[in-house]
């Protein structure tokens, strides 16, 4: 009864940390949109392709398996911007369940720690809250060990398989993926483990070759080959050694402090971290250093990028936390432990932030109410040649490119950002009153600032609002 009780609990507080205020604290910006966008013509057009997410410069292009995974939550939700977000979250309590089915495979004494953890970790509850495809990584990095843990050969093939999905989901995953499956499978291969070692590099490789195939016959290629061409290391900033190392131990400190949130907290770690790593070396625990050194590899090519992003060190996240709690003895659990509790204390310190202040305005419920009243203004005047802009707003995007991309979802026909000055029309989304609006500098309102606000209306617990300005020149 005890145990059904604090599962019940766990449960319950872990679906508030990933649930909770989602839609207002949400980041949607035209990432998000463009994949609401895409998601929405694959579902119409009934598409099966290999093609998904393409970064913002156009020249690298992402598997499709992060599209279908969350195709079921953008159909229940009719494409609203908050309704892949609900999906990510979903896919973030289930991550949080593997962890712990992965604790009591490693060391069932974490299994308290590791629950809590797991609920308020920063790196955890973010990435829950956020629908991009990086965010969702550590669900399938976590399948792939869970499944390796389970030794049996078809689990061994099926790491491989889970490994090869968070490939599919972010190229940046090969790293970690790379380092623990070339240790563990040298490892077998000493042990003349010949099976056990094949296994999962062959479940991976199965999940590669549709890609692999396709861009040895469409060359240049568009996927991987294309990436190793076109990629972030390319145009990195650690041309010379001497600005790699730099960069290598800069970024070992945003890692840290990604973990903590807290500057003081993130050196705490780094001591902490550093006394372990000593002792296992001087106990000679080398095997430790499997699910360690995944996370110093992830953070050496992280080092090569022109700036660290906290994405990119998610895939090496579960290995970390492996790591943390292996079994160990005296001074060596202490240390784990410390970490461990350093990175709880940093949770419990960032949570409220994290639950009730957007990551960048406006959240997904402003842009669906918004573009809801912009459909419903338009259907009910017939209005034509409309336009919509961003202005006197924290929204850093004046031309409102989030907003075209879900109007285009609504069948809502808004002209080109190239052509105010062919609209009748202007719906302006604002935190601002009328008068700061006509006053904003921008060349937007130009045509407008003399025109009759035909509409107003304020979206129902936010500071922003939607106008409908007609033109005036």
């Known amino acids: 009864m005890r145990k059904k009780i ?15 205020n989602v839609e207002n604290t949400a980041r949607f910006t035209r990432d998000e949109s463009y994949d609401i966008v895409k998601l929405h013509q694959y579902w119409i057009e ?13 020249s690298i292009v992402y598997s499709s398996f992060f599209y279908y995974t969350i195709m079921p ?45 797991s609920i308020v970790w920063f790196p955890l509850v973010q990435s829950s809250r956020w629908s991009w495809n990086p965010h969702v990584v550590p669900l399938w990095m976590s399948l792939g060990i869970l499944s390796y843990f389970k030794k049996k050969n078809i689990f061994l093939f099926l790491s491989g398989v889970f490994f090869g999905l968070a490939f599919h989901i972010h190229y940046i ?89 807290s500057q003081i907290l993130s050196k705490l770690t780094l001591v902490l971290l550093t006394a372990l790593v000593y002792l296992d070396f001087r106990k000679k625990a080398y095997s430790n250093f499997i699910y360690f050194l995944p996370a110093i590899t992830q953070t050496m090519i992280i080092s ?10 998610l895939p090496s ?28 204390l940093g949770g419990f310190l960032s949570i409220k932030s994290v639950l009730t202040k957007p990551i960048l305005e406006p959240g997904p419920r402003v842009i669906t109410d918004a573009t809801n009243q912009i459909k419903d203004i338009v259907s009910q005047n017939e209005l ?10 924290p929204d850093p995007d004046p031309i409102g490119l989030t907003y075209r991309d879900i109007l285009l979802t609504k069948d809502v026909e808004v002209l080109p950002a190239s052509q105010y000055s062919l609209t009748d029309n202007l719906f302006v989304m604002t935190t601002s009153d009328e008068e700061d609006v006509r006053k904003d500098a921008a060349n937007i309102m130009d045509r407008f600032r003399k025109g009759k606000l035909s509409s107003e209306y304020d979206i129902n617990k936010s500071k922003w609002r939607v106008y409908l300005f007609e033109r005036g020149i």
């Open 6 to 20: 604090l599962l019940f609990l766990f449960l319950s507080v872990l679906i508030f940390t990933r649930f909770y």
């Open 46 to 58: 009934k598409k099966v392709t290999l093609v998904g997410a393409i970064d913002y410069t156009g």
């Open 73 to 117: 939550f953008a159909v229940i939700g009719n494409f609203e911007p908050q309704s892949t977000v609900y999906g990510v979250a979903f896919y973030g309590i289930i991550t949080a369940i593997i962890i712990l089915l992965i604790t009591s495979k490693v060391n069932k004494k974490y299994l308290f720690w590791a629950a809590i953890l």
């Open 173 to 261: 995953s090969f790293i970690s993926t790379a380092t623990f499956l070339a240790l563990v499978t040298l490892i077998n291969l000493w042990k003349r483990k010949y099976w056990q070692a094949s296994l999962p590099i062959l479940g991976f490789v199965l999940l590669i070759i549709p890609y692999a195939i396709f861009d040895l016959r469409h060359p240049p290629g568009l996927f991987f080959t294309g990436y190793l061409k076109r990629n972030l290391v390319s145009q990195g900033a650690s041309n010379e050694l001497t600005n790699f190392f730099t960069s290598f131990i800069t970024n070992i400190q945003n890692s840290s402090f990604y973990l903590t949130q």
């Open 304 to 313: 090569f990028l022109p700036s660290f992003e906290n994405r990119y060190f």
């Open 317 to 344: 996240l579960i290995f970390l936390f492996i790591y943390l709690i292996l079994p160990r003895k005296n001074f060596g659990r202490i240390a784990a432990k410390g970490v461990i509790l350093v990175f709880i």
């Open 384 to 393: 034509k040649n409309i336009n919509v802009a961003v202005l006197a707003s």
